[in-house]
């Protein structure tokens, strides 16, 4: 899996139907309509997540790698 920062992966949420519901200091709040699903995405700069939260965050989206490609 390749290294993908928070930013990033807001903007991948965000294009995949998912709205920014609050900030809480450095993680970004989001959810979606109709979901009762909230993922908090810790935004450090341009630091990667670490593997394990990325997976966790993007099997909590319906997402898969091939997802943060686009």
């Keep these: 899996m390749k290294a993908v920062?928070?930013?990033t992966l807001a903007r991948v949420l965000e294009q995949?139907?998912?709205s920014l519901l609050r900030i809480n200091g450095s993680h970004h709040i989001y959810g979606k309509p109709?979901?009762?699903v909230?993922?908090?995405?810790p935004i450090h700069g341009n630091q990667p997540l670490k593997v394990g939260l990325l997976n966790?965050?993007?099997k909590?989206?319906?997402l898969t790698?091939?997802?943060l490609d686009t």
Excluded: F, I, N, P
């Excluded at 909230?38 to 995405?41: A, M, P, Q, T, Y």
């Design 5 to 7: 920062s928070g930013k």
């Design 16 to 18: 995949h139907g998912w």
């Design 34 to 36: 109709g979901s009762t």
């Design 38 to 41: 909230r993922l908090s995405v």
């Design 56 to 58: 966790h965050l993007l």
């Design 60 to 62: 909590m989206a319906g």
């Design 65 to 67: 790698e091939v997802d």
